[in-house]
């Protein structure tokens, strides 16, 4: 069952911009993760929130959670040509130990 | 270097013909899970499980298997693969979560299964 979507499905910026990616979910949550994949690859841990956090930084990632909206956001900012990929948002509730990915949003950052 | 491997990378097979995608972790992670990325549906959840002997369907399990006769080691069985289950597949393994730390996962690079 899919808990978190993401939105957009597809965001096309140029480089150094910043991407803005969100992600809405269903039932209450433990933490909330994102992921990269690049084409074809496997999925790559970028940042998770735990669900009493509000706001959180990996260099040039920032992540957002609003329990009451039920809703998270993945700002990264000045885009490189690197950052094209999916990202995805995965989230962890109740007792389970296993995330819950949405389909992701495509980013394409044009150089 | 810590990391998930799966075998193999590509692999074309004709329907009804059993086959294993073995997936292996030097982490000594207690967690793995197998994941099914489609176009358009996003990384399902087909099996997974929580430690040596223990394992749960996940969202998609119908014709596969899983075992976990050891730590390391969490092979994805396709007992009669049929072309529906042709797919980019994905293992993935993480530490349990406790009250006060939280993981993500690490996963493999993927199998990409065509079944004609």
């Known amino acids: 069952s899919q808990q978190g979507e993401e939105d957009p499905q597809a965001l096309s910026i140029q480089e150094g911009e910043n991407a803005t990616m969100n992600c809405s979910y269903k039932t209450s949550i433990n933490n909330l993760q994102w992921y990269r994949q690049n084409s074809g690859r496997g999925l790559v841990h970028l940042i998770l929130i735990r669900s009493n956090e509000r706001e959180k930084h990996s260099g040039r990632l920032r992540v957002t959670l609003d329990t009451s909206k039920k809703s998270s956001s993945l700002l990264i900012t000045a885009s490189r040509a690197a950052d094209t990929a999916s990202y995805f948002c995965a989230t962890i509730s109740g007792g389970s130990y296993i995330p819950t990915f949405g389909r992701g949003t495509s980013l394409i950052v044009h150089p | 270097e810590a990391q998930v491997t799966q075998n193999p990378r590509y692999l074309i097979t004709v329907t009804g013909k059993k086959l294993t995608v073995t997936c292996s972790q030097n982490m000594n992670h207690e967690y793995m899970s197998w994941y099914r990325q489609d176009p358009g549906l996003g990384l399902r959840q087909i099996y997974y499980?929580?430690?040596?002997?223990?394992?749960d369907k996940g969202d998609v399990p119908e014709g596969y298997k899983v075992s976990r006769k050891e730590k390391r080691n969490f092979p994805l069985i396709l007992e009669s693969p049929s072309p529906n289950q042709t797919s980019l597949y994905f293992c993935?393994?993480?530490?349990?979560?406790?009250?006060?730390?939280?993981?993500?996962?690490?996963f493999g690079s993927g199998t990409r299964l065509t079944v004609v």
């Open positions: 993935a393994s993480s530490p349990p979560r406790t009250a006060t730390h939280n993981y993500g996962y690490t």
């Open positions: 499980s929580m430690n040596v002997e223990v394992t």
